[in-house]
């Protein structure tokens, strides 16, 4: 019988897991890794920490990221031009990673807010909107209100 491993997500070292085993993934995919390809050379574990700060801050208030996502973002798109296919792929790993590690309401929470930034990013970027994108929030969305019925 197989026992599940997965556990809740509840402070910064499982935000460092997640945030690392997700990277190791984004660096090989064979659509996301044009994006992360300068951090191949010694930026890597700058940016490990950055993004950790950036979920500490947004899963646990920490207040530790003060960056500007977008503008990051922005730089990334003038490099190689976004599609909603790679946001969409990023959700994809990102959500599978979560999965594969986390269970719980924090764990859909940093789901939510991933698709949630992908949607704002998409829209910021490229001034348009993605169906497919706000689908990924949606269906995350309604996830979150199951489990919410669940603990009632």
């Not at 490990?48 to 920490?62: E, P, R, S």
């Not at 599978?96 to 719980?104: I, K, N, Q, R, S």
């Not at 764990?107 to 990013?121: D, R, S, V, Y």
């Not at 829209?123 to 009632?152: D, F, M, N």
């Amino acid at each position: 019988m197989h026992t599940d491993s997965r556990r809740q997500l509840v402070n910064r070292a499982d935000i460092e897991q997640l945030v690392r085993i997700f990277y190791t993934r984004a660096l090989s995919d064979e659509i996301l890794f044009k994006y992360f390809l300068e951090l191949r050379f010694g930026e890597l574990e700058d940016h490990l920490t950055k993004i950790a700060d950036y979920w500490d801050t947004k899963l646990f208030h920490t207040a530790r990221y003060q960056e500007n996502s977008l503008q990051v973002h922005l730089r990334l798109n003038a490099l190689h031009e976004l599609q909603d296919t790679d946001f969409q792929r990023w959700i994809e790993l990102w959500q599978a990673t979560v999965d594969e590690l986390f269970v719980g309401r924090t764990a859909t929470k940093a789901k939510f807010i991933g698709a949630q930034m992908c949607c704002i990013f998409y829209a910021r970027v490229t001034g348009t909107h993605s169906p497919e994108l706000e689908g990924a929030l949606l269906t995350i969305a309604a996830e979150e209100l199951t489990e919410q019925e669940e603990r009632k």
